[in-house]
């Protein structure tokens, strides 16, 4: 079974700071995407960046980037300079061909002035 | 605006009642979703259909139904059966190998 674990439940972080948020996967398939999805209070999900398992390049989107090891099975989301905006739930989630979406429990990242 | 339209915003179901959430997507999607969200736990898939006239149970399914008869819908009904219905429901949709979009869900609540 495909599973993402998300080791941090809560995260504080205070206003221009940089922070990483850390996720790991378990899954026996070879090609397959990788997300990072963010929930602010309002409950929507908004995507805030993707990964291909077969490009060896980290994505980046602005202020938001990933490390991602494809060996070590982790994939984590780094967050530069970060605004008051950002705080929010942050998933990390999973997806092969079939397009089913298996998610992180979640990071509950807080962003002080 | 293309998007993916959930109603209603907040729903209350009494004890034996079934209920429906109603899901629309005007993205031209082939791939719809249901997912609940518990409090402290991240989505779990009910229910994915991945073209009209067919559906597959996800990991939670017991409880729920689905029929996918227009490209456009994907309605899902939490029937009696479900004992603990009170959750915050979201609709996704996608196509090809493009990221899920997500709709501004539905809270269910028990009266």
């Known amino acids: 079974a495909q599973t993402v674990t998300q080791s941090q439940p809560e995260m504080s972080v205070q206003e221009a700071e940089t922070v990483t948020l850390s996720c790991t996967y378990d899954?026996?398939?070879?090609?397959?995407?990788l997300f990072w999805y963010k929930q602010p209070p309002s409950r929507q999900m908004i995507l805030v960046i993707r990964?291909?398992?077969?490009?060896?390049q980290n994505a980046t989107e602005n202020r938001f980037s990933v490390n991602f090891q494809k060996a070590a099975k982790s994939f984590s989301l780094k967050i530069s300079d970060s605004q008051l905006g950002d705080t929010a739930m942050y998933f990390c989630a999973f997806r092969t061909g079939f397009q089913k979406l298996v998610f992180g429990t979640g990071t509950r990242l807080l962003v002080s002035p | 605006d293309g998007g993916i339209t959930q109603s209603p915003k907040y729903l209350f179901r009494k004890e034996g009642q079934n209920v429906t959430l109603s899901c629309e997507q005007n993205?031209?999607?082939?791939?719809m979703y249901w997912y609940r969200q518990d409090p402290g736990q991240g989505l779990r898939l009910i229910y994915y259909?991945?073209?009209?006239?067919?559906?597959q149970k996800g990991d939670i399914a017991e409880g729920y139904s689905v029929s996918r008869e227009k490209k456009e819908s994907f309605p899902l009904t939490v029937t009696s059966a479900q004992k603990n219905p009170t959750a915050f429901y979201l609709c996704a949709s996608t196509t090809g190998d493009q990221p899920q979009h997500f709709g501004d869900g539905t809270r269910l609540s028990i009266l």
């Open positions: 899954t026996s398939e070879s090609n397959y995407y």
């Open positions: 990964q291909e398992a077969y490009k060896q």
């Open positions: 259909s991945q073209i009209v006239n067919d559906f």
């Open positions: 993205l031209n999607h082939d791939a």
